[in-house]
């Protein structure tokens, strides 16, 4: 079982509407979860960063984390050409490893 | 940008050969994490040193080596370069060796094996 499981995409979704992405994760003393975009040919950027139950709003992302569950997401609201992209999510499971899913890529359509 | 910086950019090396990437923190971080991404996959923890000391490994050969400078600036060393290393470094700072602490990545080198 991998550590960290992302929903397979590529996600495709028109302009301003919004973009859903899955995480599940097998380790239950994880305790930081984040999100990272990352571009074609860059490096990921971190864009959310959560630890406890609930959601998260900044701007336009929302993360919700789901400890019991051991689920977390991102919601991309009024998805722009801009949020085309691959979206990580990243686990950390003990004092110094992130664990990353493999990606879901994000298309926007105009 | 996140103030980490990386170099070189790219690099070209034949197979057996031996490379060294280098990685500046940034500013006030004291913890550098290296990881290489394939192409197609999220990326995968090599190790992690804070304070100049190794503080973890992931599941990578010991042909993979590091260090980290007094000024936190790292170094990642590769010996006997195979066809699979092939792949993005990237490295990671962090202000400090803990589970919630956020890790910035730097623009990556894009290392080729042939």
């Known amino acids: 079982q991998k550590e960290v499981e992302q929903n397979s995409g590529p996600l495709s979704v028109p302009e301003g509407a919004i973009a859903s992405l899955n995480c599940t994760y097998s380790d239950r003393v994880s305790q930081s979860f984040f999100w990272y975009r990352q571009y074609s040919g860059k490096s990921p950027e971190l864009i959310m960063s959560i630890y406890s139950n609930g959601d998260k709003e900044d701007g336009r992302f929302t993360a919700q984390l789901n400890k019991a569950s051991q689920y977390v997401s991102l919601l991309i609201r009024d998805s722009q050409p801009s949020d085309s992209a691959t979206y990580l999510c990243?686990?950390?499971?003990?004092?110094?490893?992130?664990?990353f899913g493999a990606g879901t890529t994000v298309t926007v359509r105009a | 940008e996140t103030g980490v910086t990386q170099s070189p950019t790219h690099l070209i090396k034949t197979r057996g050969q031996q490379v060294t990437l280098r990685c500046s923190s940034q500013s006030g971080h004291n913890t550098v994490s290296w990881y290489q991404q394939a192409l197609g996959q999220g990326p995968q923890f090599i190790f992690q040193?804070?304070?100049?000391?190794?503080?973890g490994r992931g599941n990578f050969p010991p042909r993979f080596s590091g260090l980290q400078f007094p000024n936190y600036s790292s170094e990642l060393n590769v010996n006997a370069l195979e066809l699979d290393d092939s792949a993005l470094y990237l490295c990671?700072?962090?202000?400090?060796?803990?589970?919630?602490?956020?890790?910035?990545f730097g623009p990556g080198t894009r290392l080729t094996v042939l």
């Open positions: 990671a700072s962090s202000l400090e060796s803990g589970r919630s602490d956020e890790q910035f």
């Open positions: 040193y804070y304070r100049e000391e190794e503080n």
């Open positions: 990243a686990v950390n499971t003990n004092d110094y490893k992130l664990s």
